[in-house]
T-cell receptor
């Protein structure tokens, strides 16, 4: 089974802090994704990566950056956290190819106070 | 614009009855369609996908989905609902402008409540 592990299930941070969310997958997948999930809005793509050190902006990249130094690890960075970034963050990975399903971690519920 | 619509915020069904969770899509070219399920405090789990071929696709946990090209729909179905099927269900379509990548566009989700 594919295992996508997000380092924290719950996280509380303060406005203005730099926040790191970590994601690790164990299936040697080429693609990795970061989403945020908000009620009534479904999942919105923040960034994705198709290879080490490669990244592409998703639909809502503002206020976020990412890092992929190793194939199995994809980090989401909130440069200066704001209250409107309080949300559930989901990481996913997949094999290369347009027909491949994505496999998700259990999410990090982030609260910015 | 490409999009996925799940017209029902919530679907209620009695245990043992058939269930349908609706999804319609708008995308350029041939659609690649996916259903996911999310249980409380968990991530999304892949249920099934339609790429090409038979319009009726079978997936995990007894779920199936019917692709209808003329109605641009991909409804999720199960012949006999279980209380344990209660969860949040997401329909997704591959973004056809994402090149060779599998970027997905998700619907807002439908909460399924199965009552004993």
């Amino acid at each position: 089974d594919v295992k996508v592990t997000q380092s924290s299930r719950y996280l509380v941070k303060r406005t203005g802090e730099k926040v790191f969310l970590e994601c690790v997958q164990d299936m040697d997948h080429e693609n990795m994704f970061w989403y945020r999930q908000d009620p009534g809005l479904g999942l919105r793509l923040i960034y994705f990566s198709y290879d080490v050190k490669m990244k592409e902006k998703g639909d809502i990249p503002e206020g976020y950056s990412v890092s992929r130094e190793k194939k199995e690890r994809f980090s989401l960075i909130l440069e200066s956290a704001s209250t409107n970034q309080t949300s559930m963050y989901l990481c996913a990975s997949s094999r290369q190819g347009e027909r491949q399903p994505q496999h998700f971690g259990d999410g990090t519920r982030l609260s910015i106070l | 614009a490409q999009s996925v619509a799940q017209p029902e915020d919530q679907v209620n069904v009695a245990e043992g009855n058939p269930l349908t969770v609706k999804c319609t899509y708008s995308v350029s070219g041939n659609p690649y369609l996916f259903w996911y399920v999310q249980y409380p405090n968990r991530g999304l789990q892949f249920l099934l996908k339609y790429i090409t071929g038979d319009n009726l696709v079978k997936g995990s946990y007894g779920f199936e989905a019917e692709f209808n090209k003329s109605q641009t729909s991909f409804h999720l179905k199960k012949p006999s609902a279980l209380v344990s099927d209660s969860a949040l269900y997401f329909c997704a379509v591959r973004d056809s402008f994402s090149g060779g990548y599998n970027k997905l566009i998700f619907g807002a989700g439908t909460r399924l409540a199965v009552h004993p």
